[in-house]
């Protein structure tokens, strides 16, 4: 397994929050990295990041000055279809995670890079692969 430019990528907020506010080394490693990565965020992670950053941390447009104009990142601004995030919060996801969990299938994501123990806690189940940031690096430095 490896990680490659053209690899589809969906990164869950905690990837954003944790590594622009620095709280985490390997995140901020991969964000890092963002430029070398073929990178999709859902509108759901959009919203969380924004939120998160500039409530916790005061770096809302930190998030939007890392992802603008970049030709290797897609912001998917419409939501999943209903009945897939339905099939998610069926499986044990909470919504937010469900509708990111949707995306990730519904745009044919490789993996969903994740310190949300929901995601860890059901990467067997997925369509997707679900890693941390810690295995993500591992993976690029395999390319």
């Excluded at 603008?68 to 998917?76: A, E, L, V, Y």
């Excluded at 099939?87 to 996801?93: H, T």
């Excluded at 509708?99 to 490789?110: F, G, L, M, N, V």
């Amino acid at each position: 397994m490896t990680i490659g430019p053209t690899t589809p990528l969906i990164l869950d907020s905690n990837e954003y929050i944790f590594g622009l506010s620095g709280s985490k080394a390997d995140c901020a490693q991969l964000i890092d990295r963002l430029n070398t990565l073929h990178i999709l965020i859902p509108l759901m992670v959009v919203r969380e990041v924004e939120r998160n950053l500039e409530t916790m941390y005061g770096l809302g447009s930190a998030f939007f000055r890392l992802i603008i104009n970049r030709d290797n990142i897609t912001i998917i601004w419409s939501p999943p279809p209903e009945e897939l995030v339905l099939a998610y919060v069926a499986q044990g996801l909470p919504k937010e995670d469900a509708t990111i969990a949707a995306t990730a299938e519904q745009y044919e994501a490789e993996y969903l890079i994740s310190e949300n123990r929901h995601f860890l806690q059901h990467s067997d189940d997925l369509p997707f692969q679900v890693i941390n940031a810690e295995t993500a690096l591992q993976l690029l430095s395999k390319q």
